[in-house]
């Protein structure tokens, strides 16, 4: 009886990972699809023999590929990976962190690889495409007066720049997101079948290390010191690491807050409420700055 609701329950999950594959061809659903199409592939990889995974698998792509074409295969195989790698994780009984470290890179790498295949195979290249999308948009505005008489080609080539520089973001916020996301849906569902997939760490336990605040410091001097404008290696990587720095003391401003609810006992809303204004507003990261530097949270301790 439990080898027949394994096999049905597996069939269910191949059914959903194809369901998702075909979803891709529909505009706008394919953007929410793709932030869960990972979890019936890590399910099934962590539950199934690998031949039986392969077998799987090999169903779901076919059919998406007599339905949709390559782009099904081209679309499959970046998420299969990812999947794999978290699954594989997950079956090793690897620690949270670890695992969802793992599959930040591996999507990253992918994202990076297609990039580059995209522009060598079928001539098409990301920041060719961004440009030619904003220069066309603010003509066509342009043509219409619907453009401030302020706005003058620098302040198209300044932005166009922007939006070019914050490439490398992007790709670690999506692939992050994708994670968490993969993670807090797989998870809950993999221990229950019995499968000890380890939890983070408790939110009022994130702390990053006191000399991350050095190296935050030498960034912030290093961005002062270097030009906003062009294409240099340097003003790229402080254009994407100065916001990213900010992300992780937001995330430590959070742990703050999540503590200090812990030993006063807050009601748990008030948390996550105070956690949603630091997501909204950047600069409360300044907490988390001065939560990894000085030892402020022995004064909410309980005595």
Known sequence: MNGLKTGVKSILWSAAALLLLLAIAVPLVNVLVSAVMMVPMVILYATLSRRAFSLHMAAVYAIGAVVLGPAALIVGLFFLIPSVVLGHMYRKGAPARKALTAVVLTLLGISLLELVLADAWFDFSLIHEIRSVITDTIDSLDGEGLMPGTWTAEVTESYIQNLIHSI????????????????????????????????????????????????????????????????????????????????????????????????????KAIPVILSVIVAVFPPFSLIGVLDAAFPIRRAFKKS
């Not at 996301?181 to 939110?203: D, E, F, N, Y």
Request: hydrophobic letters at 60%; proline letters at 6%; charged letters at 10%.
């Open 168 to 267: 490398p973001m992007a790709l670690i916020a999506v692939s992050f997101l994708f994670t968490i996301i993969v993670h807090a849906i797989a998870a809950p569902i993999l221990r229950r079948s019995g499968i000890a997939v380890s939890k983070l760490q408790q939110p009022r336990k994130w702390m990053l290390p006191r000399i991350f605040v050095l190296y935050y410091l030498i960034v912030l001097l290093a961005d002062l010191a270097t030009p906003n404008e062009g294409t240099s290696f340097m003003t790229v990587t402080l254009h994407n690491l100065v916001p990213l720095m900010q992300l992780a003391f937001s995330i430590q401003a959070m742990g703050f807050f999540f503590f200090i609810a812990h030993e006063r006992r807050w009601n």
